[in-house]
């Protein structure tokens, strides 16, 4: 029978449209805010260790803490988003923001008060991701999802701008407790916008048919599987691979950030010179989450044949970064612009494309699945840029890019993996795994077939 669907998704409204667009900026302020007091605390780690008499190590310690706080927070955050809506959850994630910045902008004066809010701004950050994430699956429609990720993903290093631009207008003048208090203020802001222009934005959970105490409340069986993921089961073994393999990306990745500059002025580059290639580099990995997201959103595709085709990109964009890598490790300042620019490009473009091929795998939990996913992102950001400063210190920079390209090569064999556990099965419904815009069978045969209605996962 010939298919009534049309072959393109009808244009939403403009106030539909609105709605859409304030939730991704709702979503980037939420994000960012999330992330500021790990942020700011690299950025005047120079001014924090005079202050606080102490070195690098009780710094680094203290980032390292933070990570492990989101890992910590991550899982159990996204459970109880898929449960109470992520309203709740954003709202009391971005006032543990503020209270983590507010504190350490008023009390931090020894390391041990600056660790304990900085654990407070850890949980915040592990809770508000998977809300943030479950709040676009839900507010966003389907076929624009992609580029609504990518864009979430890009914005999150603004917070690395926001904190580099406190060191001279702030810390350098007022000192920096002062640029923690500026930090406090703004994620008050967003709070506020939150709270009084944030709720209307809350759309009702999706109707998965999957009822809600299997899609939230189940218990994990023996067999690793509960309720509610794909194929009608939350795979939680191919969530733990995932974020493993996550987390092998991350650490090279996190690595890379931390330590390009000090690396090429070890290569013999002036140091502005190399800050400034590091800025370049910055831009194509924030141009390629948003460039790839917007392709992933022309594919067509829906459930696990869309995770599948997201995985296999995410894959080929981390194999692109360990070439980066690899030509790093040669130390040659011939191959450095373009090493950092291909390991920056594919080290840092696949970000947001995870998250929407997890949500695409998860449609029913979305925030949950993230959650779990997201434990990886937080361990590679803690382990890999500790791993690499003790390798360079012991045994050099071209090491230290050599293991970044090997973790790469792991993660991307880890995806091509997990690729193969999440092959698509044809006993599952066509309509959640066929292209997006290819019409059902079932809804063609009625007397008088409905038009599509184009909501988020």
Not at 10 to 29: C, E, G, N, Y
Not at 122 to 136: F, H, K
Request: aromatic residues 6%; proline residues 5%; glycine residues 14%.
């Amino acid at each position: 029978m010939t298919p009534t669907t049309p072959m393109h998704p009808p244009a939403p409204s403009a106030d539909r449209s609105r709605r859409q667009l304030a939730s991704v900026a709702l979503a980037v302020a939420l994000a960012t805010s999330g992330v500021l007091p790990v942020f700011l605390t690299g950025a005047l780690s120079v001014q924090i260790e005079v202050g606080l008499h102490v070195g690098t190590t009780a710094i680094g310690g203290a980032v390292a803490t933070y990570f492990a706080a989101s890992a910590l927070s991550s899982v159990r955050a996204g459970r109880l988003a898929e449960r109470v809506g992520p309203f709740k959850v954003m709202l009391v994630a971005v006032g543990l923001a503020a209270f983590a910045l507010l504190g350490i902008g008023l009390m931090a004066n020894s390391v041990y008060v600056l660790l304990a809010f900085l654990v407070a701004g850890g949980v915040s950050n592990g809770a508000m991701q998977p809300a943030v994430n479950l709040l676009l699956a839900r507010a966003v429609d389907e076929h624009r999802q992609g580029l609504a990720f990518g864009i979430k993903q890009a914005a999150i290093p603004s917070a690395t701008l926001l904190s580099g631009l406190a060191v001279p207008a702030l810390a350098l003048t007022a000192g920096w407790h002062a640029a923690y208090l500026a930090a406090a203020g703004l994620a008050l802001v967003v709070g506020a916008a939150l709270v009084f222009g944030g709720r209307r934005l809350m759309p009702a959970p999706a109707a998965t048919g999957v009822p809600a105490r299997a899609a939230g409340d189940a218990g994990v069986s023996g067999r690793g599987r509960e309720a509610g993921g794909p194929g009608g089961t939350f795979d939680l073994r191919l969530l733990v691979f995932l974020a493993a393999a996550m987390a092998c990306g991350v650490a090279a990745a996190n690595s890379l950030g931390s330590f390009v500059v000090a690396g090429a002025v070890h290569d013999g580059v002036a140091p502005g010179l190399a800050g400034v290639l590091s800025a370049a580099g910055s831009v194509v990995g924030l141009s390629a989450r948003v460039g790839f997201g917007w392709r992933a959103d022309r594919t067509g595709l829906r459930g696990r044949r869309a995770a599948n085709a997201h995985l296999e990109t995410v894959a080929v964009l981390i194999a692109v970064g360990a070439l980066g890598y690899g030509m790093l490790a040669f130390g040659n300042v011939v191959l450095l612009v373009p090493a950092v620019l291909i390991a920056y490009g594919g080290g840092w473009g696949y970000n947001g494309l995870f998250n929407l091929a997890v949500v695409r795998a998860y449609p029913e939990n979305p925030g949950r699945a993230t959650g779990v996913a997201q434990v990886g992102t937080y361990i590679g950001g803690m382990v890999g840029p500790i791993t690499f400063g003790v390798v360079a210190d012991h045994l050099g920079f071209n090491v230290g890019w050599g293991l970044c390209a090997g973790l790469a090569v792991l993660a991307v064999t880890a995806f091509s993996l997990s690729r193969r556990s999440l092959g698509a099965n044809p006993a599952t419904d066509a309509r959640r795994d066929g292209p997006l815009l290819e019409a059902s069978e079932e809804a063609s045969e009625g007397p008088s077939p409905p038009s599509p209605t184009w909501t988020g996962a």
